[in-house]
């Protein structure tokens, strides 16, 4: 499978605990990109990537949360001291940056569940 | 006021019917996507347009651009092309080059 893979695919964890997801582009793809959805919305955005260069960070990323993609490839998202409200699918997205209309390929999601 | 508009939010079919999605948008863009959201989170990119219509299979994808609105249509629809369809703008302009604006998605049930 050369599609974008996130892991893990679900993740339950307590209040005040710091988790980590991981998010694997195609592998040709400079652009990177972070969603959240809850249940019943749409995905927003949180923050994007080209290359290993973060561009823009959505007024919806706290300082609770950080991304990295250290050399242009896998990314990461890290949560840290967990909240109920954090509970979402944390999608990730690649795309090749030819013209401003690229396509986005998303990848199957982070389930996340805040007790 | 949402920047993207999906209409309705939730559809039920009878097999066979001809569906129609539509979607309004008050930002500029430079494309519009449509996307299908599997049961599980799956997204699948189905159509980006920017003018005009495009077809594939049984789905038929069309935008004015002058009125900012969209529609997506399946024909002979099938239970399984139950999903959720989403329509997202793509945001042209400085820092959100790139970004995707959603909507709230439209929830299609089709029965047999």
């Known amino acids: 499978d050369t599609g974008v893979s996130q892991d893990p695919r679900h993740k339950i964890t307590k209040r005040g605990q710091n988790v980590t997801f991981r998010c694997d582009p195609i592998?040709?793809?400079?652009?990177l990109y972070w969603y959240r959805q809850t249940l019943g919305q749409g995905p927003e955005f949180l923050t994007y990537?080209?290359?290993?260069?973060?561009?823009?960070k959505s007024r919806l990323l706290s300082d609770r949360f950080s991304a990295e993609r250290p050399k242009g490839s896998f990314s990461t998202l890290e949560i840290q001291r967990t909240e109920q409200g954090d509970s979402a699918m944390y999608l990730c997205a690649s795309s090749l940056l030819l013209t401003t209309s690229e396509t986005q390929y998303f990848g199957p999601g982070t389930r996340l569940l805040v007790l | 006021k949402n920047e993207v508009e999906q209409s309705p939010q939730n559809l039920t079919a009878q097999e066979g019917e001809f569906i129609t999605i539509n979607c309004s948008y008050s930002?500029?863009?430079?494309?519009l996507h449509w996307l299908q959201q599997h049961p599980g989170g799956g997204i699948v990119s189905l159509f980006m347009?920017?003018?005009g219509k495009k077809k594939h299979g049984r789905l038929i994808a069309t935008i004015n651009i002058q009125e900012k609105h969209s529609s997506l249509h399946i024909t002979a629809s099938h239970p399984r092309d139950s999903a959720v369809y989403i329509c997202a703008a793509l945001s042209p302009y400085g820092g959100s080059q790139g970004n995707l604006i959603f909507g709230k998605g439209t929830k299609l049930s089709v029965k047999p």
């Open positions: 592998s040709e793809h400079n652009r």
């Open positions: 990537f080209q290359n290993e260069a973060q561009l823009e």
């Open positions: 930002v500029g863009i430079s494309a």
């Open positions: 347009l920017s003018s």
